[in-house]
Nanobody, 115 residues
Framework: QVQVVESGGGLVQPGGSLRLSCVAS????????MGWFRQIPGKQRELVAT???????NYADSLKGRFTISRDNAKNTVYLQMNSLKPEDTAVYVC?????????WGQGTQVTVSS
């Protein structure tokens, strides 16, 4: 079993920045990749970024250049640095951990971009 817990969401003005954190626990060694997705009301959950255990990253094309995913293996934590935030980035950001057997999801953290 793997558990993931997100933190770092909040209210930010357009053009501002936030850094989200996702801490994994449990069978850490079974995790092949972790990532961030976001859920906007009325829309399907969409990929934001992923990072493999080897450090390979993947981003949604529309977010490249503004969002950066990184990991600290010593802390079992994955980060999402979000810059130049826009109102349309408002969503619940959900952390994901992928193992060979299944994927695990966190509860999500709300990010609201508004003036």
């Amino acid at each position: 079993q793997v558990q993931v817990v997100e933190s770092g969401g909040g209210l930010v003005q357009p053009g501002g920045s936030l850094r989200l954190s996702c801490v994994a626990s449990g069978r850490i060694s079974s995790i092949n990749a972790m990532g961030w997705f976001r859920q906007i009301p009325g829309k399907q959950r969409e990929l934001v970024a992923t990072i493999t255990s080897g450090g390979r990253t993947n981003y949604a094309d529309s977010l490249k250049g503004r969002f950066t995913i990184s990991r600290d293996n010593a802390k079992n934590t994955v980060y999402l640095q979000m810059n130049s935030l826009k109102p349309e980035d408002t969503a619940v950001y959900v952390c994901n951990a992928l193992t060979t057997a299944r994927e695990y999801w966190g509860q999500g953290t709300q990010v609201t971009v508004s003036s």
